[in-house]
């Protein structure tokens, strides 16, 4: 396959490659080999081996699997790469009441991430071209304030309001 597809051209390379990361840091913190998580996910070695590997077309990581790996290992890092491949931020519901001290941080976390954002667009539009730098660095932060929007979202909804 490597005279086919070179590594970004792959079918979600990257998805694959934090799929094999999570089982990889996972192995690192229970100190084992491959065979017990394979166990764990209720499949083989071989299977899991092919299902890892983005060249594998015939077996390829599925969603059952990528749901039996985040549930296992405890990380989301798979599901949040997914989401990222579709422009959008996903946020752990919140399980415990909040607080108004948490409230006025993620409001102050979000007014600062949406205030880079708006000084970083004003200062790339200054010459009336916007440089692949500025664009990147404007987007990351668009990112950031993203997370931080959707964080004080979060934080609102689990409020316990008094009608």
């Known amino acids: 396959m490597d005279e086919i597809f070179d590594t970004?051209?792959?079918?979600?390379?990257?998805?694959?490659?934090?799929?094999?990361?999570?089982?990889a840091?996972?192995?690192k913190a229970k100190n084992c080999k491959i065979n017990p998580v394979a166990a764990e996910l209720e499949t083989t070695v071989g299977v899991l081996y092919?299902?890892?590997?983005?060249?594998?077309?015939?077996?390829?990581?599925?969603?059952?699997?990528?749901?039996?790996?985040?549930?296992?290992?405890k990380d989301n890092a798979i599901i949040e790469a997914i989401a990222k491949e579709f422009d959008l931020n996903i946020i752990e519901n919140l399980k415990v009441q909040e607080s108004n001290a948490d409230i006025n941080?993620?409001?102050?976390?979000?007014?600062?991430?949406?205030?880079?954002?708006?000084?970083?667009?004003?200062?790339?539009?200054?010459?009336?071209?916007?440089?692949?730098?500025e664009k990147?660095?404007?987007?990351?932060?668009?990112?950031?304030?993203?997370?931080?929007?959707?964080?004080?979202?979060s934080r609102i909804l689990s409020v316990v309001t008094k009608d």
């Open 50 to 73: 092919r299902q890892l590997n983005p060249k594998d077309l015939t077996m390829p990581l599925n969603i059952d699997r990528i749901i039996a790996i985040t549930r296992l290992t």
């Open 8 to 23: 970004d051209e792959l079918p979600n390379y990257k998805i694959y490659e934090i799929a094999q990361k999570v089982v």
């Open 105 to 133: 941080l993620s409001v102050d976390i979000a007014n600062m991430d949406n205030s880079e954002v708006f000084k970083d667009v004003k200062l790339a539009i200054e010459d009336n071209i916007i440089t692949k730098k």
């Open 25 to 27: 840091d996972y192995m």
């Open 136 to 153: 990147k660095t404007i987007l990351s932060d668009i990112e950031k304030a993203q997370k931080a929007n959707a964080q004080l979202k």
